[in-house]
């Protein structure tokens, strides 16, 4: 079963960790996963045309101001609670509000269990829509499709993920990954999601329970970014030919999302050694995200700012320590076809 409403896809995905760029603000993370999310996807900040910030507690928030760095004022910004991302950010590209969305977001990663002190993932995202994937035929293979995006306040877990499967017209047989985050991270009650009806089948067919990305560690839109990597092929883990991924999030206040991808194109992941020398988001970046992180370079962010208007960067991040760009970064050619 399949549904032929119009989707929304990620076409660019990019992680900042705090731990990984020294004197890192907020502002400073958002600005780098913008960068990265937009190298991924092989365009400038142009082409957005609605910008989302996101927060998660009245003192932890992506700042809107960060999207004036990328140097076009024409994209609207505005600001949504942290579970209610993605579920915005596609909902407006599926009923035609957008073409090209970028999403910016916090995800909480414990640093210190002990001392119980976090420190923020800052994750980036580019949704774009059919048309936009159409026209940008150089994504086909690396985008992911958003089969579905279910949001509930509900204790029972079954209601948002039945609603999801409808929402994406599949049945739980189809799925190869299952990861389960938040409140429901318990081994047991991993086993009572799982154990009931909608994921009664051989142990042939069961999916697999996946821990987030030993180096992420974090919530969310990071793990979703695991998601995408694992799709395109670029991780080493089994699980070669998978095609439908599910997340189920919930968070402290008894929300739960829950979110579907599969490969836009339709396929089954490659194999890591299939697209080991296909050139795509890693030419532009430099290196493979999904096995190491790195921070941005002066030449990483002028590549991809708005080439309309005033393309001279703020004065503030050359100097800034804030920022501490350095002057390498991904393929220069690469970054010259923007």
């Known amino acids: 079963m399949s549904t032929n409403k119009a989707a929304a896809h990620i076409a660019?995905?990019?992680?900042?960790?705090?731990?990984?760029?020294?004197?890192?603000?907020?502002?400073?993370?958002?600005?780098?996963?913008?960068?990265k999310a937009l190298l991924d996807a092989g365009i400038?900040?142009?082409?957005?045309?609605?910008?989302?910030?996101?927060?998660?507690?009245?003192?932890?928030?992506?700042?809107?101001?960060?999207?004036?760095?990328?140097?076009?004022?024409?994209?609207?910004v505005t600001e949504v609670e942290n579970h209610a991302a993605l579920f915005t950010a596609a909902s407006c590209v599926?009923?035609?509000?957008?073409?090209?969305?970028?999403?910016?977001?916090?995800?909480?990663?414990?640093?210190?269990?002990?001392?119980?002190?976090k420190l923020p993932a800052v994750v980036a995202m580019v949704i774009v829509s059919d048309l936009f994937l159409t026209a940008h035929a150089y994504l086909k293979d690396s985008a992911a499709r958003i089969r579905a995006c279910a949001l509930a306040m509900s204790k029972d877990a079954r209601a948002p993920v039945q609603a999801a499967l409808r929402q994406?017209?599949?049945e739980a047989k189809?799925?190869?990954?299952?990861?389960?985050q938040g409140q429901l991270s318990a081994p047991s009650a991993r086993r009572e999601l799982l154990a009931n009806k909608e994921f009664e089948y051989s142990a042939k067919q069961s999916p697999t329970t996946l821990e987030p990305l030993k180096d992420l560690g974090a919530l969310g839109m990071a793990g979703l970014c695991g998601f995408v990597w694992r799709l395109r092929g670029w991780t080493k883990e089994p699980h070669a030919r998978l095609q439908n991924a599910l997340q189920y999030t919930q968070g402290p206040d008894g929300s739960a999302t829950v979110v579907i991808l599969c490969r836009s194109e339709g396929q089954a992941a490659p194999s890591h050694e299939e697209v080991r020398h296909l050139r795509d988001g890693r030419e532009r970046l430099g290196y493979n995200p999904a096995e190491e992180t790195r921070g941005i370079s002066l030449e990483d962010l002028e590549g991809v700012r708005?080439?309309?208007?005033?393309?001279?960067?703020?004065?503030?991040?050359?100097?800034?320590?804030?920022f501490s760009l350095l002057p390498r970064g991904g393929d220069r050619a690469a970054l010259a076809r923007l």
């Open 94 to 117: 599926r009923s035609q509000q957008a073409e090209c969305v970028l999403l910016v977001g916090i995800d909480l990663k414990a640093s210190d269990r002990a001392r119980s002190t």
């Open 44 to 76: 400038t900040y142009a082409k957005i045309d609605l910008s989302i910030a996101t927060f998660s507690e009245p003192e932890l928030r992506v700042p809107k101001s960060c999207f004036r760095t990328f140097g076009n004022q024409k994209a609207a």
């Open 12 to 35: 660019g995905v990019g992680i900042s960790l705090s731990e990984t760029e020294s004197n890192a603000s907020i502002e400073s993370l958002a600005v780098s996963a913008g960068t």
């Open 168 to 170: 994406a017209g599949i």
């Open 306 to 322: 708005s080439r309309e208007g005033d393309r001279m960067l703020p004065e503030h991040l050359g100097q800034s320590k804030q």
């Open 174 to 180: 189809d799925l190869q990954i299952v990861e389960i």
